[in-house]
C-alpha cells in the first residue's frame, strides 16, 4: 500500500507560514507617455510607400526631437555619439538620454526617456521612471507601512511630478502605466551566520512543482534553477518576463548604500535631503536590524501582473497606475491583499522546498533511519513498510554518498521510482533543499546537516510586525497638491490617493492641445498639406488607377487611416 498523501495538512502549514509574512511595496517601474506637442514633436519616421500610397503606423504616431525638447525642459541631460573632424570641428549624433538620477525628498529615482518610442511594437514616445515610494518617503527601506500599491503609485506619481515637473507638463501623468511593481519582506535571523548559511541553502534550491506533501507518483520539476550571482544575492529566474525573486543580505546592501551616500554628501554638504538620507541609514539600531535580515524581494513584470489578476478572478484591468489601484481595492473587498499575492506566488515554491522537519539532519545517519522508519509504520502497512523503507534509506544514501545531481541522472532504480522516492522523503520530513545542497562530498553533507532549518525560523522569526526603530511617516504630504500648481491641472489632480472619477473632459488644459484632424475632410486636409513635409510625391493625391483589391487584401501595408491620440478623461480626487 503506497504511503498515504499528507498533502492538505503541508499545505496549510505553508499558507500559514506565508501568511504570517508583513509584505510591503518596495519599486515601481511606470511608463509616461507623450502628448503630442508641436514644439518638440515631429511626424512619426515609420512612413513607408506601398504602390504609390503613403502608409503611416496604426499605433505609432508621433517621434519626439530632442534637441526641441531640451529647449523646453532646462536641465536635460543629452549624450551623443560625437566624431572629431580633421578641421577640429566636432558632429554630434543619434542623440539620446540616459538613465538619469533625479533627487526627490528622501530619495531618488531613475527616468529615461524614449524618444521615439518603440517603433517594432508600435509605441509612441514615453519616459520610465523607476521609483522606490519607500527610499523616498523614508530614506531607507528596511521596513515600510506602504503595504498597499494605493499608496505606493500615488506616491510615485507625486514625486515624478515634484521631481520633474517640466517633464510632467508634456506626457499623460494620470494615463501612465505600470510596468512593474516590486513586493518585499524578509525573514530576522537570530544571529548574523544565520543569514549567510539560509541563503546557501536557498541557492541550491530548483523551483518546480513541489507538491506539499509530496505525494506518491506526483511529484516533478522544471529543472528552473535558482541562479547565485553576485556573492551574497540569490536570484529566481532572473530572465523571466513574468516574476523573479530576489535572496540577499540586508545587512552588506544597507552598509554599502551608506558608504555610497556618505562619500556623496562630502562632495555635496549643502544638499540637505542627502544628509537626511545619511541620516537615516546611520540610525544604530536600523544597521543591526539589517545585519540579521535576510530579504526576500519578489519583483512582478506587467506579465505577472496580468497572470495575477486573472488567477484572482479580474480580466479587465487596462494597464494603467489609477486602474491598478482600482482592481486592487476590487480584491481587498474580496479579502485578497494583492501586494502579499504577488509577493506569496513567487515564494511559495522555494519556502515549499525549503520546509521540512526542523529536528531532521543528515547528518546523523541514525536519526534519519529512525524518523524514516517511523514514517512508514505510521502511512504504510504490510509488505510496504520494510520496501518503502529500504528504498527511501537507498536513495538517501546515493544522494548523500554521490549527490544530487549524479543520483537524479542515474538512480538506483527508475526515474518514476525516484520521483516517488523523493516525494516520499520530503514527506517524511527531510526538505528538499537540504538533498538539493549534496554534491557528493563531506563538506556538503556536513553543510547540509547543520544548516538552520528555515522552518524553524518561518514559524518564529518571519517579519511579521514593524520593528521598534520604524516610526510612520505622514503620507498625507504627497497627497496635498498646494505645490503642484505650477504643473498642469490635469496632472495636480492624478496624484491623489488613487480613488477617482470621471468628471468629463479635458476641455482645460494648460498644455499645448494636439490639432491633428478629426474628420474626414480634415484628413484629406491634412493628406494634401503632408506633400510638403516629403511623405511622397503622392501624398494627399490618390493614384488615377487604384486595385482596391489589392489594397484590401493588404490592408495590413496599405493603412490609408490617420490616427489620432486619445484624450484622456480628467480625473479628480473623490
Avoid at 549527490?403 to 517524511?428: C, F, H, M, N
Wanted: hydrophobic share 40%.
Amino acid at each position: 500500500m503506497d504511503p498515504v498523501s499528507q498533502k492538505t495538512p503541508l499545505s496549510t502549514a505553508i499558507e500559514t507560514a506565508l501568511a504570517s509574512f508583513v509584505t510591503f511595496n518596495d519599486f515601481v517601474e511606470l511608463r509616461f507617455w507623450f502628448l503630442f506637442d508641436p514644439r518638440c514633436c515631429v511626424g512619426s519616421s515609420d512612413a513607408v510607400e506601398f504602390d504609390g500610397i503613403v502608409s503611416l503606423s496604426t499605433e505609432k504616431t508621433f517621434d519626439v526631437d530632442l534637441k526641441k525638447l531640451a529647449s523646453l525642459v532646462p536641465g536635460l541631460r543629452l549624450c551623443a555619439e560625437v566624431t572629431f573632424q580633421p578641421d577640429g570641428s566636432v558632429i554630434t549624433d543619434d542623440l539620446k538620454t540616459p538613465f538619469e538620477s533625479i533627487e526627490s525628498h528622501l530619495g531618488s529615482m531613475a527616468i529615461k526617456i524614449y524618444p521615439r518610442g518603440n517603433s517594432r511594437l508600435g509605441l509612441d514616445p514615453y519616459i520610465s521612471a523607476k521609483i522606490n515610494p519607500t527610499k523616498i518617503s523614508y530614506g531607507r527601506n528596511g521596513f515600510s507601512d506602504i503595504h498597499t500599491l494605493g499608496q505606493a503609485l500615488p506616491v510615485a506619481m507625486s514625486a515624478f511630478v515634484r521631481g520633474c515637473p517640466d517633464l510632467a507638463a508634456l506626457v499623460d501623468v494620470a494615463g501612465c502605466q505600470v510596468m512593474r511593481v516590486d513586493s518585499t519582506s524578509g525573514v530576522h535571523c537570530a544571529t548574523v551566520a544565520d543569514v549567510s548559511a539560509l541563503l546557501k541553502r536557498v541557492s541550491h534550491v530548483q523551483i518546480g512543482h513541489v507538491h506539499a506533501a509530496g505525494s506518491t507518483g506526483t511529484y516533478a520539476e522544471r529543472e528552473q534553477k535558482i541562479l547565485a550571482k553576485s556573492g551574497d544575492t540569490v536570484y529566481v529566474n532572473p530572465r523571466s518576463e513574468h516574476q523573479r525573486g530576489a535572496a540577499y543580505d540586508k545587512g552588506g546592501e544597507a552598509r554599502e548604500e551608506l558608504r555610497r551616500l556618505t562619500q556623496e554628501l562630502r562632495r555635496d554638504p549643502s544638499n540637505a535631503a542627502l544628509a537626511a538620507r545619511v541620516e537615516a541609514l546611520s540610525d544604530p539600531e536600523y544597521r543591526a536590524y539589517c545585519e540579521k535580515l535576510l530579504r526576500l524581494e519578489a519583483r512582478t513584470m506587467r506579465r505577472g501582473l496580468v497572470g495575477q489578476l486573472e488567477r484572482l478572478g479580474i480580466t479587465d484591468w487596462d494597464g494603467t497606475a489609477v486602474d491598478l489601484i482600482r482592481c486592487e481595492r476590487q480584491l481587498a473587498d474580496a479579502g485578497t491583499n494583492f501586494v502579499h499575492s504577488l509577493w506569496a506566488h513567487v515564494w511559495r515554491p522555494v519556502l515549499t522546498a525549503l520546509w521540512g522537519d526542523a529536528s531532521m539532519s543528515l547528518a546523523n545517519e541514525t536519526e534519519l533511519e529512525q524518523k524514516i522508519t517511523a514514517y512508514y509504520e505510521e502511512n504504510a502497512v504490510g509488505r510496504a513498510r520494510s520496501m518503502g523503507t529500504r528504498r527511501a534509506l537507498t536513495h538517501l544514501r546515493s544522494i548523500i554518498d554521490r549527490g544530487w545531481a549524479a543520483s537524479k541522472k542515474s538512480p538506483p532504480a527508475s526515474q518514476a521510482t525516484w520521483y516517488r522516492t523523493i516525494g516520499e522523503l520530503v514527506d517524511a520530513g527531510i526538505s528538499l533543499a537540504a538533498l538539493q545542497s549534496c554534491d557528493g562530498t563531506a563538506e556538503s553533507r556536513l553543510a547540509a546537516g547543520v544548516v538552520v532549518s528555515l522552518r524553524s525560523v518561518l514559524e518564529v522569526q518571519a517579519v511579521s510586525s514593524a520593528p521598534s526603530w520604524f516610526k510612520p511617516a505622514d503620507l498625507s504630504r504627497w497627497l496635498d497638491d498646494q505645490d503642484l500648481m505650477g504643473v498642469p491641472h490635469r496632472h495636480r489632480r492624478a496624484v491623489g490617493d488613487g480613488l477617482v472619477e470621471c468628471v468629463g473632459t479635458d476641455d482645460d488644459l494648460c498644455g499645448p492641445v494636439d490639432n491633428r484632424p478629426d474628420t474626414d475632410a480634415e484628413i484629406f486636409a491634412f493628406l494634401d498639406r503632408s506633400a510638403g513635409h516629403g511623405l511622397s510625391s503622392h501624398a494627399g493625391v490618390f493614384p488615377p488607377e487604384v486595385d482596391w483589391d489589392l489594397i484590401v487584401v493588404q490592408s495590413d501595408v496599405a493603412d490609408l487611416r490617420v490616427p489620432a491620440v486619445p484624450r484622456h478623461p480628467q480625473l479628480r480626487l473623490v
